[in-house]
């Protein structure tokens, strides 16, 4: 229930970064304020005796985090993807937030597996592990399918998950709301849509046969990929709360003495990172949304294996265009164009000038150009970004929000395997291909002819169309005025001259 009962909620939320020492660690790693540090800890310590303990083999953020729930656990994931946002240090810390949280017992385990399949363990798998890993929602077991000794990966999701879950997003229903209502102005970021958004990638993450859907569907389109794998998964072993795929050994991206002492290239690897989710989301519109250290390995042979696929993102063609061409905008340094670009799409709205955004655009851009990612400061950036978005009034697109979020953990994955990899000239290759094939000549013509397609299907119905048309036109009291007829005609022979095309086209 969305009540007043969340006030609660929030208060033991700041109450438990206080008792756990994690206020101090997150503000200061942020580079906040001092006003704001002392406020947080005048404001936090009256209720510090309300905030949950958490384990004390943590460290701070870690404990605050894990001891608040799954929905708090993800947002720690994002941060530990964020060195130059958080710091090295914390973001360090906050990579056991990604696979190695305290598991839950193996029996319990077995007895879902048992409950989910319909059959005995002994029955399914020769063996059935200890949990080789345990994040947020669920953890995973190593077995060996009982009739081929294949092994596989069998993920089992946490007890009473979804219980946890819609309390922790009950709570942030509610701040959305006294967000809202407190700060007019923060309302063009839509607080409540960008909540909800949020609600229903977490409820699909909830239910593993959509996990087990998307794993085929990626498997399915990244199957021709070089140096990508993705592990197939077992329809017949997966339900609701039990999913099964393919065994793919590998060493954890966030891993790094691991990778080199594999002697692995990491600059290689940062740009197949970024260069994967590119072309995925591009090229397909439908890509790997929660692509943290944690779900990200590199097999034995340098090929790049992707795991977990709860989050998964999806765009339309025409949301793909017109973010490949903010991108090629800002590679080219056309930031007139990027300005146009956001205007004609609706981004910001059209009362506002078009070359005083560019102008804006510019002061984001040229300070990343001709600099390595060390040099660049991603938390002052992003608040730049930040202040101009607010003095354009734009709004928040939910539709972007899983694509924007996912690109700020790529690039931080990428960053942490190679510090001084440059984003741009990385990702150029990728959208300008994508560009060329989207964008050209020939995809005019594609265009055209699958419109014809979805047309032709209408085709019977042309007929009938037209005589309800006549009908109407030589029935109705009032004729239409002399000065509208031609357009009445004019979609008549419109409708007649496009189903002549779709004939010859078919």
């Known amino acids: 229930m969305r009540g007043p009962h969340n006030i609660l909620r929030l208060i033991r939320t700041g109450a438990t970064f206080e008792r756990t020492g994690a206020m101090g660690v997150v503000l200061e790693a942020m580079e906040a304020p001092a006003s704001l540090r002392l406020a947080a800890r005048i404001l936090g310590w009256p209720f510090k005796w309300l905030g949950y303990k958490g384990d004390p083999s943590l460290s701070p953020a870690p404990r605050a985090l894990t001891a608040l729930g799954p929905a708090y656990i993800k947002f720690g994931q994002i941060l530990s993807t964020r060195a130059d946002v958080v710091g090295a240090e914390l973001a360090s810390e906050l990579q056991v937030l990604q696979d190695k949280l305290p598991a839950f017992p193996t029996s319990e385990a077995r007895a879902m597996v048992e409950a989910e399949i319909g059959q005995p363990v002994e029955a399914l798998f020769s063996d059935f592990s200890e949990p080789v890993a345990a994040a947020s929602i669920a953890q995973v077991h190593k077995a060996h399918l009982a009739e081929t000794g294949t092994p596989v990966a069998v993920k089992v999701l946490r007890p009473k998950i979804e219980a946890a879950f819609r309390r922790d997003i009950d709570a942030f229903y509610f701040a959305a709301r006294m967000i809202e209502a407190l700060s007019p102005g923060s309302r063009r970021l839509r607080p409540m849509d960008v909540v909800a958004h949020f609600e229903g990638v977490v409820m699909g993450e909830l239910d593993l046969r959509l996990e087990t859907a998307a794993g085929a569907e990626f498997e399915a389109n990244t199957l021709e990929d070089d140096g990508f794998h993705v592990p197939k998964p077992r329809w017949d072993l997966s339900s609701r709360r039990v999913m099964t795929l393919e065994w793919a050994d590998g060493i954890p991206l966030g891993d790094l003495a691991a990778i080199d002492a594999a002697g692995h290239d990491r600059v290689r690897l940062a740009e197949k990172v970024l260069t994967t989710f590119l072309s995925h989301a ?102 730049y970004l930040f202040e101009v978005t607010e003095r354009f009034g734009m709004e928040t697109r939910t539709e972007l929000i899983l ?6 953990v790529v690039e931080g994955v990428a960053r942490s395997l190679d510090p001084h990899i440059n984003i741009w000239s990385t990702a150029r290759p990728v959208v300008e291909a994508y560009i060329k094939d989207s964008m050209g000549p020939k995809a005019m013509l594609r265009d055209l002819v699958r419109t014809a397609q979805v047309l032709s299907r209408f085709g019977p119905r042309f007929p009938q169309m037209a005589e309800d048309f006549l009908i109407r036109q030589t029935t109705r009291p009032d004729p239409v005025p002399r000065s509208n007829r031609w357009v009445h005609w004019g979609a008549l022979a419109a409708m007649g001259a496009l189903g002549l095309v779709i004939g010859l086209m078919l």
């Open 403 to 408: 694509l924007q979020r996912t690109m700020v």
């Open 282 to 383: 591009l090229r397909d519109g439908y890509f790997h949304a929660d692509m943290h250290q944690g779900n990200l390995q590199v097999a034995a042979n340098g090929d790049l294996v992707a795991l977990d696929f709860g989050i998964m993102g999806r765009i339309d063609e025409y949301t793909r265009r017109v973010y490949a061409e903010i991108l090629i905008g800002f590679i080219r340094k056309d930031y007139q164009r990027v300005a146009e670009v956001h205007f004609e799409a609706g981004y910001v709205p059209a009362n506002q000038d078009v070359d005083e955004f560019a102008r804006a655009l510019r002061a984001v851009g040229e300070p990343i150009f001709g600099m390595d990612a060390s040099q660049i400061s991603m938390a002052r950036l992003l608040s």
